[in-house]
């Protein structure tokens, strides 16, 4: 049996198999089988009677791709951290700029958000003023048609 790190000290047992893996990390059956085609975990040992069985280690495994993935690392990237870790190399720096690239992007993405929703609120805000719509025979929805810009909806023939 292993102690946990955490606070609670849960006890878990040594060796495991897929399905109280599962349990343990919070994912499915075939979440772990994912992972393990995807070389995310190590193929893992098997009894004689060919059921799958995990140590202490490939829940650590385990848990650390569900951390990086919650932390918006794609699964390729973290499987090249695992590499480096089983190569000897301390990935650390490489995670770093993972995650700086990362940010900027999300960064990046909270600026469009921002930019998409001041433009809707503008539009509500205008359709509330605008009373009730009657149905132009050449429009799908005048207040949606009514925010495109013009030079957006031009066709060149």
């Known amino acids: 049996m292993t102690l946990d790190s955490k606070a609670d000290y849960r006890v878990y047992p040594s060796i495991v198999q897929i399905g109280e893996l599962a349990k343990l990390a919070d994912v499915s059956v075939q979440t772990?089988?994912?992972?393990?085609?995807m070389k995310l975990l190590p193929e893992p040992q098997r009894k004689d009677s060919g059921y799958r069985v995990y140590a202490q280690t490939d829940l650590k495994?385990?848990?650390f791709v569900r951390r990086?993935?919650?932390l918006g690392f794609s699964l390729d990237e973290i499987?090249?951290?695992l590499r480096m870790r089983e190569r000897?190399?301390?990935?650390?720096?490489?995670?770093?700029?993972?995650?700086?690239?990362h940010l900027h992007a999300v960064e990046e993405q909270l600026r469009q958000l921002s930019k998409f929703r001041d433009g809707l609120s503008r539009a509500v805000k205008q359709w509330k003023k605008s009373g009730r719509q009657t149905l132009s025979a050449d429009a799908i929805c005048v207040l949606i048609e009514r925010t495109f810009e013009p030079e957006k909806i031009r066709l060149t023939l």
Do not use: M, N, T, W
């Open 61 to 63: 495994q385990l848990l």
């Open 88 to 101: 000897g190399h301390c990935p650390c720096g490489e995670v770093v700029s993972i995650a700086e690239r």
């Open 68 to 70: 990086a993935k919650a």
């Open 32 to 37: 772990v089988r994912f992972y393990e085609r």
């Open 79 to 81: 499987r090249d951290i």
